[in-house]
């Protein structure tokens, strides 16, 4: 988690988060866009059929992002299975 300092959006397990917030000293941002533009990397663009088959080229990209999928549809409709049960006993 640390290596991606610096990404706007990302999920991070509450036991990590929990873990983090225990950690003394600073995190130094390793993610920088500008770092991405000086790196000699050409930029990367896809169209959806080709970024389409590029993800299916990559195995463990298809099987994380669809793992990911999978844990936030169970972790909504536990969410949901809580709200519920804590708003009926507010009744």
Request: some cysteine.
């Amino acid at each position: 988690i640390l290596a991606l300092a610096g990404c706007d959006l990302l999920t991070i397990a509450p036991p990590l988060m929990d873990a983090l917030d225990q950690a003394e000293g600073e995190v130094p941002r390793r993610l920088d866009p500008t770092h991405a533009l000086s790196d000699g990397e050409a930029r990367v663009s896809f169209d959806e059929p080709s970024f389409r088959w590029a993800l299916n080229e990559d195995a463990m990209a298809t099987e994380k992002l669809s793992e990911g999928i999978r844990n936030f549809a169970a972790d909504t409709v536990e969410l949901e299975r809580f709200a519920f049960e804590t708003c009926t006993q507010c009744r």
